[in-house]
């Protein structure tokens, strides 16, 4: 399987640059794992929608994938408490 390209959108962009900067590095370093494996341990699809989610510490990941153009896109990183609002 080859390397999915990751995409991250200007809401989650803005996102990660409001974290604290250490758990931006950690968060910016799992957005990275993604694309050679989008569905890693841990990671669950969302019910209802076609996104999945990943955990990094107290935030979350949330992500579509699009296997037919090999496509990770990053829709929201936010804190647990309002990552699903």
Same mark, same amino acid.
């Given at each position: 399987m080859?390397?999915?390209? !990751?995409?991250?959108?200007?809401s /989650? +962009?803005? +996102?990660i +640059?409001?974290? @604290?900067? @250490?758990?931006?590095?950690?968060v910016?370093r799992?957005?990275?794992?993604?694309?050679?494996? @989008? &569905?890693p341990?841990?990671s669950q699809k969302? /019910?209802? +929608?076609?996104?999945? &989610? !990943?955990?990094?510490?107290?935030? &979350?990941? !949330?992500?579509?994938?699009?296997?037919?153009?090999?496509?990770?896109?990053?829709?929201?990183?936010?804190?647990?408490?309002?990552?699903? &609002?």
């Amino acid at each position: 399987m080859g390397a999915y390209s !990751v995409l991250i959108t200007r809401s /989650a +962009e803005r +996102e990660i +640059e409001r974290l @604290p900067t @250490p758990m931006r590095r950690l968060v910016v370093r799992r957005i990275e794992a993604l694309s050679g494996d @989008p &569905r890693p341990q841990g990671s669950q699809k969302l /019910a209802g +929608e076609d996104k999945y &989610r !990943v955990r990094q510490g107290d935030y &979350r990941i !949330v992500y579509t994938i699009e296997d037919s153009v090999v496509t990770v896109t990053v829709v929201r990183v936010a804190h647990r408490s309002d990552v699903y &609002r």
